[in-house]
């Protein structure tokens, strides 16, 4: 017995020995996610003091490029570690956000960290690597390749910090990636510089119902619609959002999306049938109307934009 006794101590002894390092390796294991998180965050906020420093000397390029590094790396911190320092990420991403939106309310120029003596205009040469660059990032949304997007912008924003199209499609990219008050401080500066642009107010549209905001945004895409009649993503988003109203406006929302449809629109079967099921009537015929490039519904969020 008490050789059988002394086994099972052993095979106890063993256990607990295997058990404790185990429990060790994986201490060290989430030790090491910790050690790494603390990295990540270290580094972005040493990004965030140099971009706070260009800022106050008045470098404004370097400011942005700064702001956009912390801001990638807050965004990368928030994303692989949701619970590490989580109210202190979210406050520093926004205040990235809200300083970039600054600086680009602020420059007034057409080149950055540049006297006037050209009279702010962009060099042919860089006129067209911003209109690549556009392109290239356009082509990047499209696919839902957002990070690769937002480098590509972040690039754009480097070289020219004021220019309208960058701008408004940083902002869009902020709203498809389901950062609706990030985009909603773009917006705001937009709206300050480009009070005339159709565009412009359609996304700050799009920001204020993603928000709840549904009178906001009537009124915002009404706004569009008076600047470019013509508008036909500003046309549909209204036709749209008139059927989510209580009591819904079927008739001018019926009225709104014929003129998406006339205006070259891809026919919506969804929203078709959703004012016929309001109404009790068809939306509209099955006209054969050539591709366009409707945008998605207000909840999927990117509106077609002019950003050239």
């Known amino acids: 017995m008490a050789i059988v006794g002394g086994h099972i101590m052993k095979k106890f002894l063993l256990l607990f020995f295997l058990a404790g390092l185990v429990g060790a390796a994986m201490d060290k294991s989430l030790a090491g996610e910790d050690g790494f998180a603390e990295t990540q965050f270290q580094e972005a906020y040493q990004l965030l003091s140099q971009a706070d420093d260009a800022r106050d000397r008045r470098s404004w390029s370097d400011a942005v490029r700064l702001y956009g590094a912390a801001l990638e790396k807050y965004s990368a911190l928030s994303k692989r570690y949701p619970e590490y320092q989580p109210a202190v990420v979210k406050y520093r991403l926004h205040y990235c956000n809200s300083q ?64 309208l199209g960058i701008r408004l499609m940083f902002a869009s990219l902020q709203c498809q990636s389901g950062d609706f008050e990030a985009a909603s401080f773009l917006v705001e500066s937009l709206k300050r510089d480009a009070p005339s642009n159709a565009a412009v107010h359609l996304l700050a549209g799009t920001v204020a119902f993603a928000l709840g905001q549904q009178e906001e945004a009537r009124e915002a895409i009404q706004q569009a619609l008076e600047l470019d009649p013509r508008l036909r993503a500003a046309h549909y988003d209204m036709a749209r959002l008139l ?66």
Not at 120 to 140: F, H, M, S
């Open 100 to 163: 970039m939106e600054m600086i680009l309310r602020r420059v007034e120029d057409k080149t950055i960290d540049r006297a006037g003596k050209e009279g702010g205009a962009v060099p042919r040469t860089a006129g067209a690597e911003l209109k690549q660059i556009k392109n290239a990032a356009r082509l990047l949304m499209k696919d839902g390749n957002l990070e690769k997007a937002r480098v590509v912008l972040m690039d754009g924003l480097k070289q020219a910090p004021d220019d």
């Open 243 to 308: 059927t989510l109203l209580s009591p819904p406006d079927v008739e001018t929302a019926r009225f709104h999306y014929q003129q998406a449809l006339d205006l070259g629109a891809i026919p919506d079967r969804a929203l078709e049938h959703e004012i016929e099921m309001l109404s009790g009537a068809p939306a509209s015929a099955e006209p054969e109307i050539p591709a366009g490039n409707l945008p998605p519904a207000p909840e999927q969020v990117e509106p077609m934009l002019e950003y050239e």
